[in-house]
């Protein structure tokens, strides 16, 4: 197989192009940040490029399939891997500009109760430039290159546990804010973890500046064993800690996404024990109406029961808002697409 090059940063180019000019790897860098092939890379000598595409791949994953939502502007991709592996995204569009959502594994080893991507288990985690390569993708897809960019916003909540995939993932994330390459803010990334707190110490510890997410479910530990089996592991304190911790260091707000399922984390005593944890820090909460999965059985709730669990929050001070399910006429949950596309 031969060598991924968007896996790289500039540094690593350099020392690989050690007998070129100086500017090479900065040359090239944009180019594959413009998800354009050694063929196309108008300002590199021929011979050179005909001795890149010998040795290394420019194109680390292909568009095979898009489907447009009918009800909001939500599009969803499904990638194909060198290995024939598949993976999806979603875009949203919205005014201020357009939102990616990516997967940094293909299957997911935690195998959270209500998500389809835990289904099948971990196939195995993406490198840096394949997470890269889907934004790449969307953006030229959307007619963007390196500097005309489309894709503004990205969030990392499709398939896969993202802090389960930590090298991986620190690299995307160094690799897709370089000024010298697509340059996505940090600031404009949002991280979901199902609460590896560990890792999101270590993740403050590193200066990464991006918004952490983390979908907690339940903030008792009894129901969040039962919907997350990564509670065995971490406690809903040693996560609630971790949050603060990042918060202290970053100075960014930490969001919780919260499922409503019914029957199962929207009774008076969750509702105490959301309201106790998410106090004297900055936080917010995020309710989800959840889309049904076929395979799992959990229950979504009604508008109703929704409001009323979200009013009896504000009534305790929580930060909180009910978030738009989008896409849900064309499987909008993370890991279904691709489950379907699968069969
Ligand atoms: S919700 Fe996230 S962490 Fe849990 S199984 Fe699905 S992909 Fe993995």
Same mark, same amino acid.
């Given at each position: 197989m031969k060598q991924l090059l968007t896996d790289y940063n500039i540094e690593e180019l350099n020392q690989l192009f050690a007998d070129q +000019?100086?500017?090479?790897?900065?040359?090239?860098?944009?180019?594959?940040?413009?998800?354009?092939?050694?063929?196309?890379?108008?300002?590199? +000598?021929?011979?050179?490029?005909?001795?890149?595409?010998? =040795?290394?791949?420019a194109i680390p994953i292909k568009i095979v399939k898009m489907l447009s939502s009918k009800k909001d502007n939500t599009k969803k991709f499904l990638y194909q891997?060198?290995?024939?592996?598949?993976?999806?995204?979603?875009?949203m569009e919205y005014k201020y500009g357009s939102t990616i959502c990516i997967s940094t594994q293909i299957g997911c080893?935690?195998?959270?109760?209500?998500?389809?991507?835990?289904?099948?288990?971990?196939?195995?985690?993406?490198?840096? @430039?394949?997470?890269l390569g889907q934004v790449l993708a969307v953006n030229s897809y959307m007619g963007g290159t390196v500097t005309n960019r489309k894709v503004t916003n990205i969030?990392?909540? @499709?398939?896969?546990?993202?802090?389960? =995939?930590?090298?991986n993932v620190t690299k995307f994330l160094s690799l897709v804010s370089d000024p010298d390459g697509i =340059?996505?803010?940090q600031r404009n990334i949002s991280l979901s973890t199902c609460g590896l707190a560990q890792n999101i110490i270590k993740l403050a510890?590193?200066?990464?500046?991006?918004?952490?997410?983390?979908?907690?479910?339940?903030?008792?530990?009894?129901?969040?064993?039962?919907?997350? +089996?990564?509670?065995?592991?971490?406690?809903?304190?040693?996560?609630?800690?971790?949050?603060?911790?990042?918060? =202290?260091?970053? @100075?960014?707000?930490?969001?919780?996404?919260?499922?409503?399922?019914?029957?199962?984390?929207?009774?008076?005593?969750?509702?105490?024990?959301?309201?106790?944890?998410?106090?004297?820090y900055s936080c917010h909460v995020n309710l989800i109406m959840l889309n049904y999965v076929k395979e799992k059985g959990l229950n979504p709730c009604t508008r109703?029961?929704?409001?009323?669990?979200?009013?009896?929050?504000?009534?305790?001070?929580?930060?909180?808002?009910?978030?738009?399910?989008?896409?849900?006429?064309?499987e909008g949950a993370c890991g279904q697409l691709r489950r379907k596309f699968m069969e």
């Open positions: +000019p100086k500017f090479r790897a900065k040359q090239i860098f944009k180019w594959l940040h413009s998800y354009t092939d050694f063929a196309d890379m108008s300002d590199i +000598p021929q011979s050179f490029r005909e001795e890149l595409a010998q =040795n290394y791949t891997l060198y290995d024939g592996n598949i993976v999806e995204g979603v875009l080893r935690m195998g959270c109760a209500f998500c389809a991507s835990g289904i099948g288990g971990l196939v195995r985690n993406l490198s840096a @430039g394949e997470i969030v990392l909540m @499709g398939s896969g546990e993202p802090l389960d =995939n930590y090298l =340059n996505i803010s510890d590193e200066g990464y500046k991006i918004i952490l997410t983390i979908s907690l479910h339940s903030a008792i530990d009894e129901v969040r064993k039962r919907l997350m +089996p990564i509670s065995n592991k971490y406690k809903v304190e040693d996560i609630v800690n971790a949050a603060k911790y990042y918060f =202290n260091k970053t @100075g960014r707000r930490v969001i919780y996404e919260y499922a409503m399922i019914n029957g199962e984390n929207m009774d008076n005593d969750a509702i105490e024990a959301l309201a106790r944890i998410t106090r004297g109703e029961q929704a409001k009323s669990f979200e009013n009896e929050l504000i009534k305790r001070n929580v930060s909180v808002t009910i978030r738009r399910s989008m896409g849900s006429d064309i």
